[in-house]
């Protein structure tokens, strides 16, 4: 079993950047392919990103395409997501999590954090 808990959200203008951060517990962090979900208020829980257990392979939404990045320090046990250009439809709570599926699904992942509030305004 895996912990998860993100940090690095907050308040941004239209443009700017944000770099969100999610830290494992376990020494199976490297089993797992991490993710970074965000949930709007009143909509469903949607795709961001998805990266392969070494690294090497990645998956992202269209709709974040060339603006956000996703990475892992295996050593460190933690997840990013680095994100430029935001919008304010980019405005969310962002959620990590973990999959034991060694394939870089869009859903069914096995662990979740709790989340991180980012705002961007206009």
């Known amino acids: 079993q895996v912990q998860l808990a993100e940090s690095g959200g907050g308040s941004v203008q239209a443009g700017g950047s944000l770099r969100l951060s999610c830290a494992a517990s376990g020494r199976t962090f490297s089993w797992y392919v991490m993710g970074w979900f965000r949930q709007a208020p009143g909509k469903e829980r949607g795709f961001v990103a998805a990266?392969?257990?070494?690294?090497?392979?990645?998956r992202y939404a269209d709709s974040v395409k060339g603006r956000f990045t996703i990475s892992r320090d295996n050593a460190k046990t933690t997840v990013y997501l680095q994100m430029n250009s935001l919008k304010p439809e980019d405005t969310a709570i962002y959620l990590c999590?973990?999959?034991?599926?060694?394939?870089?699904?869009?859903?069914?992942?096995?662990?979740w954090g709790q989340g991180t509030q980012v705002t961007v305004s206009s």
């Open positions: 990266i392969s257990q070494g690294g090497s392979s990645t």
């Open positions: 999590a973990a999959d034991r599926s060694n394939r870089l699904v869009v859903d069914g992942y096995d662990y």
